[in-house]
Nanobody, 125 residues
Framework: QVQLVESGGGLVQAGDSLRLSCAAS????????MGWFRQAPGKERDFVAA????????YYRNSDKGRFTISRDSAKNTVYLQMNSLKPEDTAAYYC??????????????????WGQGTQVTVSS
């Protein structure tokens, strides 16, 4: 069982930056690929970014490449999502997720076994 706790969300203006954090309670953090998803009201949960257990491979939505950066710190059992140049359409609840490393379906929410409670990001225009 892995518990995930997100933090770092908030209300910002368009063009601002935010860094989300997700702390994982596990002794084998490097065994898990980590992902970030987001869900706006009335919409499906969408893939944002993922990172392999080693941190060597990262994956992004094509539309967010260059604005968002995912990273992980094994010493702190934490994964981050740096979001720059935020837009009102980035407004959503952001969720951290974990799955055993390996496979290519990193963009599918049903491929992840553990989820955090989410942190709200609101971007005003």
């Amino acid at each position: 069982q892995v518990q995930l706790v997100e933090s770092g969300g908030g209300l910002v203006q368009a063009g601002d930056s935010l860094r989300l954090s997700c702390a994982a309670s596990t002794r084998t953090f490097s065994s898990y690929a980590m992902g970030w998803f987001r869900q706006a009201p009335g919409k499906e949960r969408d893939f944002v970014a993922a990172i392999s257990g080693s941190g060597r491979r990262t994956y992004y939505r094509n539309s967010d490449k260059g604005r968002f950066t995912i990273s992980r710190d094994s010493a702190k059992n934490t994964v981050y999502l740096q979001m720059n140049s935020l837009k009102p359409e980035d407004t959503a609840a952001y969720y951290c997720a974990a799955r055993f490393d390996g496979g290519s379906d990193y963009y599918r929410s049903d491929a992840y076994d553990y989820w955090g409670q989410g942190t709200q990001v609101t971007v005003s225009s």
